[in-house]
């Protein structure tokens, strides 16, 4: 007998008893030290199986646990980690956002936000920005990568061809032509001899036979003509009659040029005049 304290009592060690008997069993059972080493408690002499972790779900953010002997492992989704998958993953220090887009970090994941031009989860994907007709006026969309470019017809300017271009600023009419500004357009008033969409072209006024009274010829020019016109007659047509200047009064008039004429006169006198 052992004294302890104020009592006495047989000085038992009751942890070293009860590994004895766990030793005792597993020899009679055949069971190996692996497996003694899982048994947690004895109790009517049976052996209980050590605990299944698992069935107290102790893996957060819905990761799937696996019992193993004398432990548990938990398999963590996308996003999280650690032993109890607990630790939200910075996803975006790994810059998973592609062609400039910004990344935000979520628990358990992440969010891009694209740029206009591309789309999806990542910004991978080329937006087909012609499919929403973004061009007018008749302009036509070509799509290219995270943009697009539209081509305007005459008349139009601006990225989607929406602003009328003032054409008469460019001085397009020709030989004198005025320009007029129309609706989306223009139009050149042609100064005369002139024809065509910019007045580029001369007009052979002879074919219409302007010249008049006989007139013996006429001849084209560059926005214009001549008549070559018959005795008698003056002007761009040759409609103008030339005014005679022999007159009575004119007769009268002393001559500017010496003239010589003889007369046979009565008496047989010649007179010089």
């Known amino acids: 007998m052992e004294k302890n304290g104020p009592f006495n009592y047989p000085a038992v060690n009751p942890l070293k008893n009860l590994y004895s008997e766990i030793q005792t069993q597993s020899r009679a059972t055949g069971t190996s030290k692996k497996d003694r080493d899982g048994i947690r408690c004895l109790g009517e002499n049976k052996n209980i199986p050590h605990v299944d972790e698992c069935q107290k779900n102790p893996c957060m953010n819905a990761a799937a646990c696996v019992n193993n002997e004398g432990s548990f492992t938990c398999t963590c989704v996308n996003g999280w980690e650690s032993s109890v998958c607990d630790r939200d993953v910075d996803e975006c220090q790994k810059n998973p956002c592609m062609n400039a887009a910004a990344c935000v970090n979520n628990e358990g994941s992440f969010t891009c936000t694209?740029?206009?031009?591309?789309e999806g989860s990542v910004c991978d994907r080329d937006v087909d920005e012609c499919q929403k007709n973004p061009c007018m006026n008749a302009a036509a969309c070509v799509n290219n990568e995270g943009s697009f470019t539209c081509t305007c017809v005459n008349g139009w300017e601006g990225s989607v061809c929406d602003q009328d271009v003032g054409e008469c600023q460019y001085?397009?009419?020709q030989n004198g032509g005025k320009c007029l500004t129309t609706i989306n357009s223009y139009a050149c008033i042609c100064a005369y001899g002139w024809d065509g969409a910019h007045c580029e072209q001369d007009i052979n006024e002879c074919l219409t036979r302007p010249?008049?009274?006989?007139?013996?010829?006429?001849?084209?020019?560059?926005?214009?003509?001549?008549?070559?016109?018959?005795?008698?007659?003056?002007?761009?047509?040759?409609?103008i009659e030339v005014q005679r200047k022999n007159t009575k009064q004119e007769q009268n008039k002393p001559t500017k040029h010496k003239v010589t004429c003889t007369y046979r006169c009565h008496g047989g006198v010649n007179i010089l005049g």
């Open 114 to 118: 694209c740029v206009n031009g591309w």
């Open 211 to 239: 010249c008049s009274n006989g007139a013996s010829s006429c001849t084209n020019l560059q926005g214009s003509f001549i008549c070559h016109c018959k005795s008698g007659w003056e002007g761009p047509t040759c409609a």
């Open 171 to 173: 001085n397009p009419c």
